[in-house]
């Protein structure tokens, strides 16, 4: 019985044992596992990191709903916006303007999908809105003295970029600020020059990241490409003072005012969509073409620094009548949009530049009076979410399951019918 009870206790003592050793060795290979799972939390990157990566697509965001600008998206809409852009690999959206709440909420939005998601990952290029004298008001606008309002878009651009650090990656110094068909607002290089010269001080002084890029993003033709009138001296020590170039191209409007590429001879040997398809293959090519001017001109002054596409994009609606529609260009149609983005993203991407698509989402305040008007139509969803011709791949492979715009489940435009959509697509005009 002795020996029998003796056994026992041996028993018991090897098997605590093994308990034990097992209990060490699963608590060290949790430590193991929470340590590899810390190593794997996203990175804090920077815009040298993130700006053509083609991991790290770019797209211009607005997020506005409703004809009347004064309704602001919510931290709500913002964060669904964020999740929809997510999914499609996008990972650094374009702002405008700090005036309003849109860009603070916004930045408010990804910090907390950051902390609901360690995984999440959505960075900002935050745009400054920038003005001259008189601008918007019944006065003659003064393109030689800013506006008062432009002090105080730095300031409120600064704070934000120190309060997010981790989120914004670049600053933008106006849009569309310097090129001369923005006869309502344009300003000098000079004007320009002046602000991206104080942030990049900020930087050498500590008040701001050291990591932060500088840019101002405007027209092709604003940064060089275009005539020799904006050849100045302001703008070559604009090209030394910023970290990368920023520049739009719309191919889209260029086929009303600069028709030659688009307007094609008729080959009867093509089908209507092979013509079609050659045009957009053009359209591409003179998105290039504005590309090397810029370039060109860049080397031209001895700089050699990135260029980006800061804007660039395809409307899908036009007003009967208007510069693009069937008695225009015939350029406005869902297939030819889907197209565009799909031949941008390709150049783009193999080239290692960033290209900021515009837009995310259709915005119906732009052209508030015209609820057709093709400047409210450039998104690749519709308002209601709708995901338009471009995107339709991305729904089939389920990339938007789960989530919604304005309550509203990801579907295809015309039920996915692309027999439907063809129906609205037109062969641009030929040269009789």
Same mark, same amino acid.
């Given at each position: 019985?002795?020996?029998?009870?003796?056994?026992?206790?041996?028993?018991?003592?090897?098997? =605590?044992?093994?308990?034990?050793?097992?209990?060490?060795? $699963?608590?060290?290979?949790?430590?193991?596992?929470?340590?590899?799972?810390?190593?794997?939390?996203? %990175?804090?990157?920077?815009? #040298?990191?993130?700006?053509?990566?083609?991991?790290?697509? #770019?797209?211009?965001?607005?997020?506005?709903?409703?004809?009347?600008?004064?309704?602001?998206?919510? =931290?709500?809409?913002?964060?669904?916006?964020?999740? =929809?852009?997510?999914?499609?690999?996008?990972?650094?959206?374009?702002?405008?303007?700090?005036?309003?709440? /849109?860009?603070?909420?916004?930045?408010?939005?990804?910090?907390? =999908?950051?902390?609901?998601?360690?995984?999440?990952?959505?960075?900002?290029?935050?745009?400054?809105?920038? !003005?001259?004298?008189?601008?918007?008001?019944?006065?003659?606008?003064?393109?030689?003295?800013?506006?008062?309002? *432009?002090?105080?878009?730095?300031?409120?651009?600064?704070?934000?970029? *120190?309060?997010?650090?981790?989120?914004?990656?670049?600053?933008?110094?106006? *849009?569309?600020?310097?090129?001369?068909?923005?006869?309502?607002?344009?300003?000098?290089?000079?004007?320009?020059? %002046?602000?991206?010269?104080?942030?990049?001080?900020?930087?050498?002084?500590?008040?701001?990241?050291? !990591?932060?890029?500088?840019?101002?993003?405007?027209?092709?033709?604003?940064?060089?490409? +275009? +005539?020799?009138?904006?050849?100045?001296?302001?703008?070559?020590?604009?090209?030394?003072?910023?970290?990368?170039? $920023?520049?739009?191209?719309?191919?889209?409007?260029?086929?009303?005012?600069?028709?030659?590429?688009?307007?094609?001879?008729?080959?009867?040997?093509?089908?209507?969509?092979?013509?079609?398809?050659?045009?957009?293959?053009?359209?591409?090519?003179?998105?290039?073409?504005?590309?090397?001017?810029?370039?060109?001109?860049?080397?031209?002054? +001895?700089?050699?620094?990135?260029?980006?596409?800061?804007?660039?994009?395809?409307?899908?609606? $036009?007003?009967?009548?208007?510069?693009?529609?069937?008695?225009? $260009?015939?350029?406005?149609?869902?297939?030819?949009?889907?197209?565009?983005?799909?031949?941008?993203?390709?150049?783009?991407?193999? #080239?290692?530049?960033?290209?900021?698509?515009?837009?995310?989402?259709?915005?119906?305040?732009?052209?508030?009076?015209?609820?057709?008007?093709?400047?409210?139509?450039?998104?690749?969803?519709?308002?209601?979410? /709708?995901?338009?011709?471009?995107?339709?791949?991305?729904?089939?492979?389920?990339?938007?399951?789960?989530?919604?715009?304005? +309550?509203?489940?990801?579907?295809?435009?015309?039920?996915?019918?692309?027999?439907?959509?063809?129906? /609205?697509?037109?062969?641009?005009?030929?040269?009789?």
């Amino acid at each position: 019985m002795k020996m029998n009870f003796k056994l026992k206790i041996l028993a018991i003592a090897a098997i =605590l044992l093994v308990t034990v050793g097992c209990g060490n060795k $699963s608590k060290k290979e949790a430590e193991t596992v929470d340590k590899d799972k810390e190593m794997t939390k996203v %990175k804090d990157r920077t815009a #040298a990191e993130i700006l053509g990566n083609p991991d790290y697509l #770019a797209m211009s965001y607005g997020g506005y709903r409703h004809v009347d600008h004064d309704i602001e998206p919510t =931290l709500d809409e913002l964060k669904d916006d964020m999740k =929809l852009l997510s999914a499609m690999g996008v990972k650094i959206v374009r702002t405008y303007k700090v005036h309003l709440p /849109q860009a603070a909420n916004l930045l408010k939005a990804i910090s907390e =999908l950051k902390k609901e998601d360690p995984d999440f990952e959505m960075y900002v290029m935050l745009g400054a809105w920038i !003005d001259c004298k008189n601008a918007w008001t019944d006065l003659e606008p003064d393109h030689e003295v800013e506006s008062e309002a *432009n002090a105080p878009q730095i300031e409120e651009t600064v704070r934000l970029a *120190n309060q997010y650090p981790a989120i914004v990656k670049v600053i933008a110094v106006g *849009n569309e600020a310097m090129v001369h068909w923005a006869a309502t607002y344009f300003v000098r290089p000079s004007v320009i020059l %002046k602000w991206v010269n104080h942030l990049q001080g900020l930087k050498e002084a500590g008040k701001l990241p050291k !990591d932060l890029w500088i840019t101002s993003s405007d027209d092709f033709s604003s940064w060089g490409g +275009g +005539g020799a009138e904006y050849h100045t001296e302001d703008l070559e020590k604009l090209y030394n003072a910023v970290d990368y170039i $920023s520049m739009h191209t719309y191919p889209y409007h260029n086929t009303h005012y600069n028709p030659e590429f688009w307007i094609i001879e008729d080959d009867e040997k093509l089908s209507d969509v092979e013509k079609i398809d050659a045009a957009m293959i053009r359209a591409q090519a003179f998105a290039k073409k504005q590309y090397d001017s810029v370039s060109g001109y860049m080397k031209s002054i +001895g700089v050699e620094k990135p260029i980006h596409i800061g804007e660039t994009g395809w409307a899908t609606v $036009s007003k009967p009548g208007d510069f693009y529609s069937a008695t225009g $260009s015939r350029a406005t149609d869902e297939y030819k949009s889907g197209m565009y983005y799909k031949l941008m993203r390709e150049w783009t991407n193999e #080239a290692g530049m960033s290209c900021f698509y515009f837009e995310g989402f259709n915005e119906p305040w732009k052209d508030s009076k015209n609820p057709m008007g093709s400047e409210n139509h450039f998104g690749l969803f519709t308002k209601e979410g /709708q995901a338009k011709y471009a995107l339709w791949d991305m729904v089939d492979s389920g990339v938007f399951e789960g989530l919604t715009r304005n +309550g509203n489940p990801i579907v295809k435009t015309y039920n996915g019918d692309k027999e439907e959509l063809m129906k /609205q697509v037109l062969v641009p005009p030929t040269a009789e």
